[in-house]
């Protein structure tokens, strides 16, 4: 039997869950959708032969879908994934979770309240083969105790809409994750450096910054954000142990020399970089869906991201370093 999956939010990266979870993805088969654009839901729809719903609450109330996976823009996270687990509805939510650590908040006590775990953050990296290469040499301890990380993010251009916090809320969010699973540590405390700005960066946006991160252990992770590169998309991590180190460079696609150069190319988007990695976290949540167990990043982690992007934010906001604000012993079912 195929999973029934309805997916809220049908722009860039929701179109992509829909084509893949119709296409790629074994066991599963997308039953509805829903956009507050009703053309794009509908034409998307008729290409993958879901319904196209009028409301999200509709979506999650239709008796033929199993599971959700939410799509939609991130102030709206935190209703939609409630929603989802009023019904006993599995949920993927794509990062964040929600824009504020309350609202997280009031998802994890929904799902403890509920008593069983439905919930799952769409923090995809931990499904990408480098990055889990390096968190087996960091749980098996070939590095030994883990000292720093160095963090690099690079997007060629930023979206019209980015915000200077955006940059932190919306992409050093994962970074932030990866840190924490990494380390199996919490984030204490945050500082943000603004230097200067590239002059391809819109006017209005702090474009590169530079985030210190302080895990409860004393490492130190550093992160290098910057939305407006030009040249292409580039992830890079190296962990820092007491006995060695651990990289994820970018990916081997293959050198060129010739002429008198050695090049290589460099992924232009996020979906060059890591369509293997959302197809991965798709298909493992697919199959627990139909077990019965969730077991990718939960609410708690998506809580936990938000709770330590805001300390971020206030950091940039003024210029001192931030501890993180998190309410203790909260946990999930």
Known sequence: MELNVGVIG?????????????????????????????????????????????????????????????AAPSPVHAELTIACIEARRPVLCEKPLAPTSEECVQVVEAESAAGARLVQVGFMRRYDEGFQRVKRAIDDGSVGDVLLAHCVHRNAQSPPFFRSEMLLTDSVIHEIDVARWLLSDELVAARVVVGRKSPLAPDSLLDPQLVLLEAAS???????????????????????????????????????????????????????????????????????????????????????????????????????????????KLSGP
Request: charged letters at 20%; a negative charge; aromatic letters at 6%.
């Open 218 to 328: 004393g490492a130190v992770v550093e992160i290098e954000i910057f939305v407006n590169c030009q040249y292409g998309y580039e992830v890079r991590c190296e962990v820092v142990g007491s006995v060695g180190t651990a990289s994820l460079d970018l990916p081997s696609t293959g050198v060129l020399t010739t002429a008198g150069n050695r090049s290589a190319p460099v992924p232009l988007d996020w979906k060059g970089r890591f369509g293997q990695a959302y197809r991965d976290e798709l298909q493992e949540w697919v199959k627990g869906v139909r077990q019965g167990i969730v077991t990718g990043p939960g609410a708690f982690d998506g809580y936990a991201a938000t709770a330590v992007a805001e300390a971020c934010v206030k950091s940039l906001q003024t210029g001192d370093r931030a501890l993180v604000s998190m309410t203790p």
């Open 10 to 70: 049908t722009g860039d990266i929701g179109a992509e869950h829909v084509r893949r979870l119709s296409a790629e993805i074994a066991g599963a088969r997308v039953q509805a959708v829903f956009d507050v654009d009703a053309d794009r839901a509908a034409a998307l729809a008729a290409e993958v032969g879901a319904v196209a719903h009028k409301t999200a609450q509709d979506l999650i109330d239709d008796g033929e879908v199993e599971a959700v996976l939410i």
